[in-house]
């Protein structure tokens, strides 16, 4: 791994932020630009492999017991992204809620314990972690999150807490897009008391009531003939109809079938429900579509930000880790937005654009800093470079 000679240019915002001291802003560069950049993303290799770093004891510090406030940094993070149009949220965006785990070997990681992975079917010892984010056609990015404890709260009990966070501060879209596990009466009740549109996933077993008979919605699906219509160049097999829903009441209940692209020709199946009545198939497809920017969001950053690679013992210290990654997501988001390709760039799904665009700058600033010392020898360069190692 390459040293990194100076703070990356989308830390720069980080100077207008009001809830940190002028030396806070120093260490949260440094850990900005060390999830970013640095291969080894934890404070040890942060501390060694970006240059401008105080010292890995003061890194350690400043996660651990400095004075300053998460949640007025998560505020001013959102307040930043308002001030560029391709991160500004809106009334046409949605609220996407859903959890994931991040693994881990010590026993004494805050909240680490045995959780099953349906993504992996097994179990697995790590954290679980409930996020909502923010999506729209423009952007993607992290709203607030909780850490599930277990013999603590439930996870929809951590979801509702998120709602209640994002209308706090103030996220304006109409629509909140969840999966199954979250999918409970209480949960969209919450929602509507603060007249919230959703779209979300049922069980095959959950129970609708159709022509005056109770069953379950996959035999349901045996007994009605779907009409084929193309979403977005996929071809689905749709039937769609307001019924009542076990813990749900009347909502509207859409059976998709979408052709799969393997040889065999097989159907998935999707068992959607929402309060959106009037709304059409074709929209709520769509809209369910866009609960996959979670999964992106999750999958960016375990690979490319440092998501699960806090090894830090201290609830403060994992808790700021984690904020500090949303930090750096979002500077991300706000550097495409800014830069001349912003319009492409800040509409990219994944990640790895901005990224590259990083890794780039990190490497044009290590070429600029050897440059700048033209009567030194590549060997006295390099004796030099491993010296800021020892």
Not at 37 to 58: C, F, H, M, Q, W
Not at 83 to 105: A, M
Not at 167 to 196: M, N, Q, R, W
Request: with cysteine.
């Amino acid at each position: 791994m390459l040293p990194i000679t100076s703070f990356l240019s989308c830390t720069s915002p980080i100077d207008e932020l009001e809830c940190l001291s002028y030396h806070q802003k120093h260490h949260a560069k440094t850990y900005v630009t060390g999830l970013v950049a640095a291969s080894n993303k934890t404070v040890d290799g942060i501390a060694t492999y970006v240059l401008p770093a105080k010292s890995e004891r003061a890194l350690n510090k400043f996660l651990t017991e400095y004075d300053w406030d998460e949640d007025r940094l998560n505020r001013e993070r959102l307040e930043l992204l308002q001030t560029e149009n391709e991160t500004r949220w809106s009334s046409d965006g949605v609220v996407v809620i859903d959890d994931t785990f991040t693994h881990k070997t010590g026993k004494q990681i805050p909240n680490a314990g045995k959780f099953y992975d349906h993504s992996t079917r097994g179990y697995i010892w790590g954290q679980n972690l409930v996020y909502a984010i923010y999506a729209d056609k423009k952007t993607t990015y992290p709203l607030c999150f909780r850490l599930y404890e277990k013999d603590s709260k439930t996870r929809v009990e951590l979801a509702t807490e998120l709602v209640d966070e994002c209308i706090e501060i103030g996220v304006p879209a109409d629509t909140y897009l969840f999966d199954i596990p979250y999918c409970s009466g209480e949960f969209v009740a919450h929602l509507e008391s603060y007249g919230k549109e959703w779209v979300s996933a049922i069980k095959s077993d959950r129970n609708v009531t159709y022509a005056g008979e109770r069953m379950r919605v996959d035999a349901l699906a045996e007994r009605i003939d779907t009409q084929p219509r193309t979403v977005d160049g996929e071809v689905y097999h749709i039937w769609t109809k307001k019924l009542d829903v076990s813990k749900l009441g009347e909502v509207k209940v859409l059976i998709t079938e979408k052709e799969s692209d393997d040889e065999d020709g097989e159907l998935s199946v999707k068992y959607i429900v929402s309060n959106k009545i009037d709304a059409p198939a074709s929209h709520l497809i769509a809209l369910y579509a866009m609960r996959w920017r979670i999964e992106t969001f999750f999958r960016d950053t375990k690979q490319d930000l440092g998501l699960g690679d806090c090894e830090m013992r201290s609830h403060a210290g994992v808790s700021r880790h984690w904020h500090l990654l949303m930090l750096a997501y979002s500077l991300l988001k706000l550097g495409a937005a800014q830069s001349a390709l912003g319009t492409v760039l800040s509409r990219a799904t994944s990640l790895r654009a901005d990224l590259k665009r990083s890794f780039r700058e990190a490497v044009q600033n290590l070429l600029s800093w050897a440059l700048s010392s033209p009567t030194r020898s590549i060997d006295e360069l390099m004796q030099e470079v491993e010296g800021l190692f020892i």
